[in-house]
């Protein structure tokens, strides 16, 4: 092995290769997408322009804009493989755009690349099952692992459905067009359900988790308000971006001053952010006046009532029992089940939370880890300590985060 492949990157270029790409892997991507008309090649010309970037930044340094710089390499890469025949105009894309690079940049009613790829990636024409997926690792880089977290399913089963969508597409010679306006809110759900995802993997992105995922709950947020900007009348998109809000607002809360994960209920409200939870509040008061009860809005509801601590005192745990039962009846999901479950034990007694945490399919839970570290709780409370402590063990081995994996296991000796 060539000696300096062996050399650590120097921390300026490795902080800059990182940030270029959390920051601006989704951008670069659209951008080249509409140069390209496949987004397969665009994601090589990317992949290759950051492998000449962690080679040339150490001997000429990181230039004053690394985002002006890969963009300039990965349309050099593309060129060149259009000068050799490797893109060719009647070549089947795994996802193609229909408008040229100047048009794509403007006159569509879309205010970012991002958010105009994500409703391409919903087209009726992908297995619904694929299109959040499909969203998060086109535009947003993530791996299928990663992406098999957030959807609870094994990394094999969502790299088989990713493939499985990119080679009907493919066979299939499909090309797609942005969606006119009337089609946006047919897609709204999917492109929804992928910001969240988002949101969802970068919430431990924060001192001693992954630092992979930085960066993904801001760009999570920012993309819930440009839909919200682009479709303003739609109830959902407003309730998303309540959600998000809620929960971003209490994440200086979420770690002492030494690290230690600290669970919602001990939280210091003090930390929490005013100014996120007030927006949060209006933008659930305006999807509320739209009179289209959905998901969304039920979850940021939840998260609202949780924000009342910080006004009465107390969590009215009553109230959140009720909204999980209407979120149950609506989106009866894995989380929304545990979640009921949490809330009835708290408002009733542990036993009662504990039967309902027992009538969700086994095969639904094995690696989800909310559910054993809820079955943890409720059994120590119940004075079943040996239960207890293999559900904490199980919770621990299930978490990606050092701070909630110790928390986990200090429980058991408890």
């Known amino acids: 092995m060539n000696e300096d492949a062996r050399r650590p990157l120097p921390l300026d270029v490795a902080e800059a290769a990182d940030r270029a790409a959390r920051v601006s892997y989704g951008r670069l991507l659209a951008y080249l997408s509409a140069r390209a008309r496949d987004v397969a090649k665009a994601e090589d010309a990317l992949a290759d322009a950051f492998q000449a970037a962690l080679k040339s930044w150490p001997v000429a340094g990181v230039p004053d804009n690394p985002e002006a710089w890969l963009l300039t390499a990965a349309r050099r890469n593309l060129d060149h493989a259009a000068r050799h025949g490797k893109v060719r105009a009647a ?3 795994a996802l193609a755009w229909l408008q040229d690079e100047i048009a794509a940049r403007g006159g ?3 205010p970012d690349e991002r958010l105009k790829l994500l409703f391409v990636c919903a087209h009726p024409a992908i297995d619904p099952a694929a299109r959040a997926p499909l969203m998060l690792q086109t535009v947003l880089g993530l791996d299928a692992a990663r992406i098999a977290s957030a959807f609870l399913v094994s990394p094999a089963a969502m790299g088989q459905r990713l493939v499985r969508a990119k080679t009907k597409i493919r066979d299939a010679g499909l090309r797609f067009a942005v969606p006119e306006s009337d089609e946006l809110a047919d897609r709204l759900e999917f492109v929804l359900d992928a910001i969240y995802a988002a949101y969802g993997s970068g919430w431990d992105a924060i001192a001693g988790a992954d630092p992979r995922q930085r960066g993904l709950t801001e760009e999570a947020i920012w993309l819930a308000r440009l ?10 998109a407003r309730g998303l971006l309540a959600l998000m809000l809620y929960c971003e607002s209490r ?10 994960f600290v669970p919602l209920a001990e939280q210091d409200i003090g930390l929490w952010s005013r100014d996120m939870i ?3 509040e209006a933008a659930l008061r305006a999807a509320a006046g739209m009179g289209r009860l959905g998901r969304y809005q039920l979850e940021a509801a939840i998260q609202s009532a949780h924000a009342q601590r910080g006004l009465i005192g107390r969590t ?3 109230g959140i029992a009720t909204l999980y039962e209407g979120l149950v009846r609506l989106s009866p999901t894995v989380g929304a089940l545990v979640g ?15 039967a309902l945490l027992a009538d969700i399919p086994a095969a639904a839970v094995a690696d989800y880890q909310p559910y054993w570290a809820l079955s943890g709780h409720l059994l120590l409370k119940l004075d079943r300590s040996a239960e207890a402590a293999d559900s904490f063990r199980r919770a621990a081995g299930l978490s ?7 928390f986990l296991l200090e429980k058991i000796f408890s």
């Not at 990606?400 to 110790?406: F, I, L, M, Q, W």
Request: proline share 9%; glycine share 10%.
């Open 400 to 406: 990606e985060d050092p701070a909630v994996r110790a």
């Open 91 to 93: 070549a089947a894309p």
């Open 278 to 280: 007030g927006e949060a």
């Open 227 to 236: 839909v919200v900007g682009l479709l303003p009348n739609e109830p959902e």
């Open 108 to 110: 569509d009613g879309f």
């Open 340 to 354: 009921r479950a949490a809330a009835v034990a708290e408002a009733e007694d542990a036993a009662k939370g504990l």
């Open 316 to 318: 009215p745990w009553h």
């Open 251 to 260: 994440k200086a809360a979420r770690r002492d001053a030494d690290g230690r």
